[in-house]
């Protein structure tokens, strides 16, 4: 059990999926523009309806690139939430379209 516990930990270190959530996203632009509990639940949605989008039109990778990049450019200026993920989304985008 250990072994397989073990493996699994140094899997998630590697992959996405293991890696901040979109709850986690949503959680950090909330505290940055001080959303309410419905302003966070309609993030979420945002969310699910792109991922079963990019799920529908086999662009996962392309869902996965944009999370990455949100997770690692978003950035709180003056109680706006922005990221620097225009190439991702726009390929996104494209693909699902």
């Not at 899997?11 to 001080?34: K, N, P, Q, S, Y």
């Not at 419905?38 to 699910?48: A, M």
């Not at 944009?66 to 706006?80: I, K, M, N, Q, V």
Request: glycine share 4%.
């Amino acid at each position: 059990m250990k072994a397989l516990t073990l493996t699994l930990t140094l899997a998630c270190l590697f992959t996405v999926a293991c890696g901040r959530t979109e709850d986690d996203i949503c959680d950090d632009m909330c505290d940055c523009e001080g959303c309410n509990e419905r302003e966070f639940n309609d993030c979420l949605d945002r969310y699910d309806v792109r991922f079963d989008e990019a799920d529908r039109r086999d662009c996962l990778d392309r869902y996965d690139d944009l999370l990455a990049c949100e997770d690692d450019t978003g950035l709180c200026r003056d109680y706006r939430w922005d990221t620097a993920c225009r190439n991702e989304r726009e390929a996104l985008d494209r693909c699902v379209d």
